[in-house]
């Protein structure tokens, strides 16, 4: 598995086809309002989103991205970073920084490359 | 050398790209610093005098550009060194005009403008505001300012020879980090 994350617009879908010589066709974009289990495509695209669907189907966040990561092979995981402004004043927000944090924490670990992307630039955290 | 450089609020980036264009200036050159900010009240006025202030020391002279930015081209020197601090304000005055409308193309015009830029002058420090990772869902015209300045962004680390992302008065090197490590 492979994490590549960074703030929201910074190239790291483009990134991710242009390395990996992938096209659409290869990507499963996660929706706010789809709380299964992301499709088995080589890129899950988004995955913030789908952590944010868990929540709002009352589902356990960190018990859907654990079977993620055992039914998932050799998938690239794209998340956008949520991690660093004001704590939000909604709570379903504030539940979303805080267990899109875990997730991530989660990936990372089963992770075998970590990258972060800025302003279209890589950097290699793991 | 031409330096992209962003990162949080009060992380330092001015201060550093100050030195970067001071640095890039050398004996001789002119120093510009490009000032982007519309002052809309007298708080504004204030802030502004304040950081004018701070910058004579260093010997720049300002010049005011909240849009149109490729009008610095006839306004300066283009051999000198040159600070825009930044493209955050550039887009917010292209953007939202003075009577209340959203001008939709601002982000092009700025692009068209900014590429011209780059290209000419071959000493700048370009500052933009990191305001990309947090966990607010926006309105439709806030994700556009956000979007556009993120384009904005990615067309000037593209041309930069040097991308600094500041982090608490700490430089992360993305591209071109040993001309930072070189200043005095």
Known sequence: ??????????????????????????????????????????????????????????RDVLSAVDAFIKQSGDVIVI??????GVVPVDPQLRQWREETGRAMALVSRESNEVIRLFCSIPTRVK | ?????????????????????KHSA????????????KPVDSEDDERIARHRADRRGWGFVTIE?????????????TVGSFLLDSLTALLS???????????????????GGLRQVIEQIPRIVIVSDYIYSDAIKYDPLTEAYRKSLAGLDRLAAGRCEVVLEAAYTQIIAHK???VFDALP
């Open chain 2, 93 to 111: 005055n292209e953007m939202f005009t003075a009577g209340g409308e959203i001008s939709e193309n601002a982000a092009e015009k700025i692009s």
């Open chain 2, 26 to 37: 050398g004996s001789g050159r002119p120093l510009y610093y490009i000032a982007t900010m």
């Open chain 1, 79 to 84: 998340c956008d970073d949520v991690s660093c």
């Open chain 1, 1 to 58: 598995m492979i994490l590549i994350f960074g703030g929201v617009y910074q190239g790291k879908l483009g990134y991710a086809l242009e390395r990996f010589g992938l096209t659409q066709s290869d990507v499963y974009y996660c929706s706010e309002d789809e709380a299964g289990i992301p499709k088995d495509k080589r890129i899950v695209c988004g995955f913030d989103r789908w952590i944010l669907a868990l929540i709002r189907a009352d």
């Open chain 2, 1 to 21: 050398m031409r330096v992209f450089i962003s990162g949080g609020c009060k992380n330092g980036k001015s201060y550093h790209a100050q030195r970067l264009a």
């Open chain 2, 176 to 178: 071109g980090g040993g």
């Open chain 2, 65 to 77: 550009q909240p849009q149109n930015i490729e009008e610095i081209l006839k306004k300066c020197d």
